[in-house]
């Protein structure tokens, strides 16, 4: 029977599951998700990224009357620190009404409450107009390379819409922050130490130069256009490597830089902004980019969804965004359909110590989904 009981157990399997990316391991927790289907008669395909890398799409078929409605969900968390905590993060321990483990709010009890729903949905026995496909992805906190296969195989096509679990508080996010990744990198002259009593100013080190230009990415101010839901850009120096040896003169230098980008703001602007303050001896270099999702306040799909939310948690939920990315970035772009992100996790909570998610939240954010799916595909 499918309860919150069994929603709970199906959390802590995967909670169990290490599935820290990288290397990530996704492939058992798939494999956990297929056998709960299987035995309710939905099957499931598993996708490979790699050596135990996989994702999973299962559906719960349509008459294709109506477009499909994609579940999205990732297998994959972030790393952890078990000296850090006071409960194992692998142990998928319930107390106080608490759910602990890694994954807990991001987002593995979340993805358990979508395949508890699909199945609630194929037990009705009521017909569906369109599919509802559970799309549970790999290496999402990395490189998003397993929304980017769902996207490349095509396994997605005629889907209308695009519901992700991530953790929103119960909240209704319709917009999310996209992410540019670019490289600085700084030359030097190298040379040691010892022998470089002629030499002045930044004695051509390439670490100095970049510390100079990291000064002024401080006090860059990226001009963007006010959003209804997202604050400003943020631009964080997030890693540094450079030099050889305490006694040798860096030739070499490079920092690794996150901006949280918001509609109208363009990587090319951006780009020329940062190389307006690069100086002489320092490049700018494009690594990666997840764009914006930014879904109408009154998009057919989220007026849907917050009457959903009303109907079953008795009052309107909060209407927003957030300015994490998700495989959001990925899909919706792709397939031109609307996203919403709905979760029974706290915002923040995501890589934090003693992660957990209230087991009351996820019990709401299983009917909420039984509820979404009814009205988008009976």
């Known amino acids: 029977m499918i309860d919150d009981n069994w929603t709970v157990e199906l959390s ?43 994702n999973l799409v299962a559906r719960v078929k349509g008459s294709g009357e109506a477009d499909a409605l994609i579940y999205s969900a990732h297998f994959d968390t972030i790393p952890v620190n078990a000296d850090e905590w006071s409960v194992d993060p692998f142990g998928g321990e319930v107390k ?5 483990g890694r994954g807990s709010t991001d987002m593995k009890a979340a993805m358990a409450a979508m395949v508890a729903a699909a199945i609630q949905l194929k037990e009705s026995g009521q017909p569906l107009k369109g599919d509802l496909v559970l799309a549970f992805t790999a290496a999402e906190n990395t490189d998003c390379r397993g929304a980017h296969l769902l996207v490349e195989s095509g396994i997605l096509e005629g889907a209308g819409a695009l519901l992700i679990s991530e953790p929103t508080s119960l909240k209704v996010f319709v917009t999310e922050k996209g992410a540019l990744w670019l490289r600085a990198s700084a030359t030097g ?13 930044d004695r051509g080190n390439a670490i100095i130069r970049m510390a100079e230009f990291l000064t002024r990415v401080r006090d860059l101010e990226l001009d963007a256009p ?15 490597e450079g ?26 602007a951006i780009i020329k902004a940062f190389e307006a303050i690069a100086g002489e001896y320092v490049t700018i270099e494009y690594v990666d980019f997840k764009p914006v999702v930014d879904t109408a ?16 948690f008795g009052s309107a939920p909060e209407l927003t965004g957030v300015p994490y990315y998700t495989d959001g970035a990925i899909i919706a772009p792709a397939l031109h ?16 110590i003693d992660e957990y998610v209230d087991l009351d939240k996820l019990a709401l954010a299983q009917q909420a989904y039984v509820e979404i799916a009814r009205r988008a595909l009976l």
Do not use: W
């Open 12 to 54: 802590q399997k995967l909670i169990r599951l290490d599935t820290v990316d990288p290397p990530g391991n996704e492939e058992a927790a798939a494999r956990v998700v297929a056998q709960a289907l299987a035995e309710y008669g939905i099957d499931a395909e598993l996708q490979s990224i790699g050596p135990g890398r996989s």
């Open 96 to 100: 106080d009404g608490r759910l602990y």
């Open 189 to 201: 002259v190298y040379g040691h130490n010892a022998f470089s009593e002629d030499r002045d100013g």
């Open 226 to 240: 006010v959003h209804r839901h997202l604050g400003p850009p943020t631009i964080n120096v997030g890693l540094i």
């Open 243 to 268: 030099g050889i040896s305490r006694p040798l003169i860096p030739p070499s230098c490079s920092a690794s830089i996150d901006i949280r980008t918001v509609p109208g703001l363009t990587n090319d």
């Open 297 to 312: 306040d009154d998009h057919p799909f989220v007026e849907l969804c917050m009457a959903s939310c009303e109907s079953v």
């Open 337 to 352: 359909i609307p996203m919403v992100i709905l979760g029974p996790g706290d915002v923040g909570k995501s890589g934090s």
